[in-house]
């Protein structure tokens, strides 16, 4: 009789142990599917991974901004390199209007002359104020861009702006064509490296965007739940619950008839 009483409480208390895994396993079922993360109950390892993973995608969307940013500063300087390009334009007119001063009246030379300056200093002007957030784009000596366009600091996007002599002392048409020859020159190098730098400036901030954008990804797969396997567990282990729950109350009603035929 004593060792079915042992048996019986082996028993009890295998069940009790059962229900209790099988509590725990629901509670961290209902936990997953409550807020939808499968490292939301344990698995360091998997939400450090996660977590890394998010940092660098934002640290590439970053890096995405900041090259915004650049194709905002060097539109500026495109947009004032054809205004330039256009007045440079009037200027060759000029000079090829000055070629025929021998049917010039005087006055004509001064009209000439006063349109020459005029546009020698507005060209000036231009590549002065050419700015983006008071930074200087276009200069008389070359300008030097060095934007954030990687996540670790190294082989970062430069880009050069080469310079535009003065021309502002040029008033007189007689020299016009010559400065138009030289600023055409000029003009042409120039806008090529900003044209070069607006290409490798959209090419990696679509490189930036995508990879922020699959890294985003990858830690959302890593820590969302599989709500389905989940869901399984979470009915399995009901299920086992009231299994252990029914074998607890079971021998426990046997241990107790069992002592009642002791006493």
Do not use: C, P, W
Not at 110 to 116: G, R, V
Not at 153 to 169: D, F, K, M, P, R
Request: neutral net charge; without cysteine.
């Amino acid at each position: 009789m004593l060792k079915d009483y042992e048996l019986t409480n082996k028993a009890t208390i295998l069940a009790n142990l059962g229900s209790t895994l099988a509590t725990n396993k629901i509670r961290e079922a209902i936990t997953k599917l409550s807020v939808g993360k499968r490292t939301a109950f344990g698995n360091s390892s998997q939400q450090g991974l996660a977590h890394n993973l998010r940092a660098q995608s934002l640290s590439h969307n970053s890096a995405s901004l900041n090259l915004t940013n650049a194709l905002a500063a060097l539109q500026i300087a495109q947009n004032s390199l054809d205004e330039i390009a256009a007045l440079n334009q009037r200027l060759a007119e000029l000079g090829t209007l000055n070629s025929n001063n021998s049917l010039l009246s005087t006055e004509d030379n001064a009209s000439l002359n006063a349109e020459t300056a005029a546009i020698t200093s507005a060209i000036d002007n231009i590549v002065t104020n050419t700015k983006y957030n008071t930074i200087s784009m276009l200069g008389t000596s070359d300008v030097s861009l060095t934007i954030g366009s990687s996540i670790n600091g190294n082989n970062q996007l430069n880009i050069t702006i080469g310079g535009i002599s003065s021309i502002a002392s040029v008033t007189a048409a007689s020299s016009a064509t010559s400065t138009a020859n030289t600023l055409t020159s000029t003009l042409g190098t120039v806008q090529g490296q900003v044209v070069g730098g607006v290409t490798s400036s959209k090419a990696m901030q679509n490189i930036n965007s995508m990879t922020s954008s699959i890294l985003e990804s990858a830690a959302e797969n890593i820590e969302q739940v599989d709500y389905a396997a989940e869901t399984a567990k979470l009915t399995k282990n009901v299920l086992l619950n009231k299994i252990s729950l029914s074998l607890a109350a079971q021998a426990n009603n046997l241990d107790s008839s069992k002592l009642d035929l002791l006493r």
